[in-house]
């Protein structure tokens, strides 16, 4: 090693912070000195259908068919004009977005609920097999034979050996595999065997078998016809758009006149093909599903009026009710994507009179129900999607006069439950709640099915609560509801019905209401009476709570609250706990009351708590995300124990979730900090002191818990600074301690939250350089004051493997140096404010104690020579400018007397510094 040794410079810090000619330029810091030198999160640092072409279809080839000869406007008509006649420009689009955004016309969503409602545990008979034996062309010299041949593929019979009998589940996979079908047929240009599985399709609408599941057989069929609609549209949108120069584009909103001669042609074969179907039901759906492509042929609003008034008569000619009732259903959804302001109301009120009038001769239908072993109830049951439909397409048209008109229909026709309540979801719910006590009479007189007083009343509270009656009638309709409501005993018929009012409630009645209404709910579904198909509704009656109650502590305040959420299982109380959290995240609200905090500290609970060593990463830091933002609005003024005693809960309750750990020794620094500037004393009483002393031995357990090395240290570091400031030198001493022991188990390498694999150089170089800076100002050992000093270094010189390619450890020697050159002055660069006593006070004028400081400034800087001088061997450029700084240190610290034999040891080793 060099022989020198090292003195201090004495330097007067408070008269170099006041002369000129001392101060070095300031500018901005690019960063904050502290900050690390690396993102932990970026994996750079150190840390660190080939498309097939459609082919033409046969419809589009140069031939004339000889099936399409004759032009029309209404091409099953045959009064139609001709096609090239000039009509007005009233024209109809197809509808590109839904105007009615009303759940009951929100088609998907009501294909979930029949085939939820409507279901069988009967096998149900089926035409399984379509006929695949499409000819080929090539088979085919004539057109005349192509065309008899097409239609005799179209007219066979399915076989009676191809009859196979389903369960409902495989009913559903057969429908819809179908529909996959269609579409693979249809892409091998196979459209006369698409057009088969269609009608097939059809059919089964026809010979059904088992009328129970009929509305969701319906529901199938009209996936299959909306593929084959879809198909067909397209592809004459398509052929409309194919041009030579591949220029032409079709307008969003084309008519006729936009469409080219070929395109219309194509379209026109197609109602040619639809015209030769010989069943009726087949042939009505298939030309409804082909209705929106009239478009392409016609603009005249009156025109499709006039379709729409012959497929409603139309249906009169199907024998069934049932499925003549279907097939309307069917006829007024196209209708919705024919006509922009919804379907025309003469023709929506045909088909509930036609509906009505069958209805009246139910009466002989005695056999046939006895044939499917059905009642009455359970039959009409059957026609309740298809009446909803309609009369949802009446009311959201409707006006008064047409609500009083349909009512006198019900009241007319035998009034039964079913249609009342269709009737009540229907039309706009400021009708309804207009006349509201009109229709608690009408429920009144209603005859029970399958559809109940009690779910009138839900439908009408569900309207009443988008629209509610005047104020002063408000408390007296809801006592008139609850009389009939609050005796139904059963559950499962009680509970839709009570959740449906609670928001009508909640909305506009306040928590006394509130809390009856809940109180009756336990009551009904409680511990005792609970079972677990009611985890929905009980769920929906939580969310409505939290949804519309603002005010957590109004939330909490209800008693029911916590016990509903107990009733739950752990999947469905976990989404709920986290809808909780989330919403109370959102509010930004701050809390100081104790059942609020215990409340919120039990559902943070419930979300910890489901977590496993297998529960994804994501949902770990979604539940540390809301649980932190709990905990740090959670404020108990100056109860400082009680917010300790807070803090002690939440680590206990947390465990598994690190970040969440963190979060509350970081709320207990504070607390400490804030104690401090709240009692403003430097000397603490017995119960200051004990408290404070209770805060660091919260840090003291809680950090070394954590998993991250790097949180352990940054945290413990922070936290014997404040103990310092505190004026608690013995908990300083422990931390800074373990400090030291927990810096040397660092990993060489870490892996990151995503999976990217670090090197932990960098983070050790930074967090010494700050060690370092603490260093100043901590008191030493009475003992031994230079334990912590001698440990950090021994730590960088030998316990610590640095990269052979890296300043690192040069630079941290540097820091070092520094440290101890300004620790051996007699007064220090900097205190705390609180006036915890430095070494600069507790060994002042002590030349052992400068002996000492000296002897580690010569190790420390000989340490530095050595690496520099190995750094000058590999890579030259970096040494020098390490050299550089080392030469600014030694000029700023060193006295004059060992200024220059360190410049010469540096210049030895780096001789162009």
Sequence with gaps: MAEFKITPQSRRYDHEEKDEDQRLPLTNAKRHPLQPSYNRDDPSSPLKVKEEKEKDEDEGESFADPLGAHPLNDPLSGSGKSGAAVFDDSTVKLKKVKKFEDPALDWDITQKEVLAKYTTQVNIPIVSKIVDDVEREEEIVTLTERAKRRLETLEEDEDPSAVKHLSQKELVNHLEGLASELETAWNKQEKVKSLRIVIQSCKMLVNCKVPQVYPSLFVLVSKVLDTFGRLVFERIKKKSCDDKSGKRVLPENFTQKDIP???????????????SIRELLPRVYVEITLWPCNRFLIDDTRSYEEMMRRFVAQCRGLGDPLVAQFARFFLLRKALEVFDNGPPLPYVQQCLDDWLYTKKQWSGLGAYLKTYDLTLAQYENLYSPAVKWTLKCMGLQGDKQMLQDTVQKFIDNSPNCMMLNHIIGAFNASLIAKYAEKFMELIAIAEQGVTTRGDCYATLGAQLTKEPPPEKKRLKLLNDVWVEVA???????????????????????????MSILLQDIWEHVGKEKYTPDLETYVEGILGILLYNIKDFHSLFQLDQVLPLIDLLQTSTKVEVAKGIMTRFTESGEIIKDAILINSLLDVSRTLHDSLTDFSIEDDRRQFAHVINTFISRVQYGRDFEGHLHFFVECRRSFQKLDAVIETAVFGVIALVTRALKVTQIKQHSKKGAAFIKACMAFCHITIPSLHDHMKRLKLLLLASMVALNAGFVTQCDIMMKTCMIILADVPAVVTLSNNQLCNTEDFVADFTHQLCASLV??????EDPFTVMEKL?????????????????????????????????EQLPYHFASGTSSNDTLYAGSKAYKDGIAKLCTQAFEEFVGVLAEIQGGAPAKAKQLASQALESVTAFADETSREKLKKAINKVCPSS
């Excluded at 070092?816 to 051996?824: D, G, I, K, V």
């Design 793 to 825: 270094l021994d730590f960088i010189t030998k316990e610590h493997q640095w990269d052979k390619n890296s300043v690192n450890k040069g630079k941290v020697l540097l820091s070092l140096f520094q440290c101890f050159c300004a620790s051996w002055q």
């Design 261 to 275: 001669p070929d395109a219309k042609e194509m379209c026109k074969n197609w109602f040619y093909k639809i015209a």
């Design 777 to 782: 100002v901590m008191p030493g050992n009475p």
């Design 487 to 513: 005796g139904i005993q059963d559950a499962k018929e009680y509970i839709p019905i009570a959740q449906v009012w609670l928001e009508f409630v909640v909305k506009f009645f306040k928590e006394r209401e």
